[in-house]
């Protein structure tokens, strides 16, 4: 399958700083990027799409001054938590959708800690 | 709005066995694809297979196939002859194709447990 790079992995930080989370897609172009957050046990939980070139739409109840969403290239997304604080804490997966199969591809996730 | 339902939240398997998870959806759409997701502990999203609506024939990769049931709306995954690195959860995912943004909608996951 293709291969979406995500990074950092796991980052650590103190609350009321930002952290930015990169998701990158190999193989193929990708216009249209998603984030997700998972909380332990529990399914995937769409936090926005991000489409290149445009504003990101975000799900209901998620905000967007607090996640924001850059998709400034046909291969590159970025989440950036602002001013995280500890209920932020989380596992953030991002996905790429290649339109020429329908199919999203994701990324290994990233697990953030905020002290 | 599309829902997906995987009524079983835990299964075990004996190794080389073979085991079935169901899925179920609710859709007014009649163009759709459905997938099946697996995610081991590592917790990278892995697709196991996929399956196109407008086709009748069912969907396999290797050792996993599919029991698609569109009147049903039903989309079970069999996983022959299991592993032990079949262990995971599977998700079961719905997805409308085209208009711009191509959301899944996921299930709520069944955990997936092959004993050796």
């Known amino acids: 399958g293709a291969v979406v790079s995500q990074h950092p992995s796991w980052v650590i930080c103190k609350s009321g700083t930002s952290v930015k989370i990169e998701c990158r897609s190999l193989?193929?172009?990708?216009?249209?990027m998603f984030w997700y957050r998972q909380f332990p046990k529990q399914s995937l939980m769409l936090m926005a799409t991000?489409?290149?070139?445009?504003?990101?739409?975000?799900e209901q109840g998620v905000e967007k001054d607090k996640f924001l969403i850059n998709h400034a290239s046909l291969t590159l997304s970025t989440l950036t938590v602002t001013s995280a604080h500890p209920e932020d804490s989380s596992f953030y997966i991002c996905?790429?959708?290649?339109?020429?199969?329908?199919?999203?591809?994701f990324g290994a996730g990233t697990r953030l800690s905020v002290l | 709005a599309q829902t997906v339902t995987q009524s079983q939240p835990e299964m075990s398997v004996q190794e080389a066995e073979t085991v079935t998870l169901s899925c179920t959806y609710d859709?007014?759409?009649?163009?759709?694809?459905l997938f099946w997701y697996k995610q081991p502990p590592s917790r990278q999203m892995i697709l196991v297979i996929r399956?196109?609506?407008?086709?009748?024939q069912n969907a396999t990769e290797n050792r996993f196939s599919v029991n698609f049931q569109k009147a049903a709306k039903s989309f079970s995954l069999k996983i022959s002859d299991s592993q032990l690195g079949d262990t995971a959860m599977y998700f079961c995912?719905?997805?409308?194709?085209?208009?711009?943004?191509?959301?899944?909608?996921f299930g709520k996951g069944t955990k997936l447990t092959v004993n050796p």
């Open positions: 996905s790429a959708l290649d339109r020429s199969k329908n199919i999203q591809y």
């Open positions: 193989d193929f172009q990708a216009t249209t």
């Open positions: 991000s489409n290149e070139g445009s504003k990101a739409t975000y």
């Open positions: 859709t007014s759409e009649s163009n759709y694809y």
């Open positions: 399956q196109e609506a407008y086709k009748q």
């Open positions: 995912a719905f997805m409308k194709p085209g208009g711009g943004s191509e959301k899944l909608v």
